[in-house]
C-alpha cells in the first residue's frame, strides 16, 4: 500500500480537498504524458535533420581545410597568415528564440559570408587563386557550422526538458497520485468506522432512554 500522507485529517472537507488534489494531480499526468510525447517526437525530428547538418558540415570543413593546406603549399605558412591577420571580420551573429513545447530553443542568423576579393581586405597581388578558394570554402563552412551550432543545442534543451518531464510524470504515477489514493481510502474508511460508532452510541443512547 502506497504511504499516507502525514497531519490529514479524516474530515469531510479534509475528503473532499484531497479528491480536489487526486482529479488535478490525474489531469497534470496525462498533459505531461502528452507533452513528454511530442517533446519525443520533436526530438527525434530534430535529431535526424541533425544527421544531414552535421555531415554536410563535417564535408565543408574537410573541404575548406584542404584547401587551406594547398594554399600553404603555394604561397608558405607565413603568407597565409599574414592575410589571414588582413581580412575584416564579418559581422556577429544574431541570436534569437522560438518555442518548442515550452522550451526555448536558440535561433542563430548570420549575415552574407561570401564576399568579394576586395571586402575581404587582403591583398590580391602577392597572393593566389588557391587561397582565394580556401577563403571561399570556410566562408561557405562558417554558416554549416552556425547551422550546426543552432540545431545541436536545439537538442541538447530539448533532452534535458524530456528528463525533466519524465522524472514529473514518474513522481505523479509513482508517488504523488498513489499517496493521495491512499489517503482518500484511508479517510473514507476512518469516515465509515465514525458513522458506525456514532449510529452504535445513538442506538445505545435510544435504548437506554427507553429502558428508563
Known sequence: MA???EGVNPTRMELLKL???VKLAKKGHRLLKEKRDAL???FFNILEEA???RRRTESKLEEAYKA???SQAILGGIKVREASMAVKPL??????SRNIMG???PVLEIGETRRTLIERGYGIIDTSAQLDEATTKFEEALRAVVELAEIEKSIRLLAEEIESTKRRVNALENIVIP???ATVKYIKMRLDEMERENFFKLKRIKTTMESA
Open 3 to 5: 504511504e499516507l500522507i
Open 19 to 21: 479528491k480536489g488534489k
Open 40 to 42: 519525443i517526437m520533436e
Open 51 to 53: 544527421r544531414g547538418v
Open 68 to 70: 587551406l593546406i594547398l
Open 91 to 96: 559581422d556577429g551573429v544574431e541570436v534569437r
Open 103 to 105: 522550451v526555448k530553443v
Open 179 to 181: 499517496r493521495l489514493s
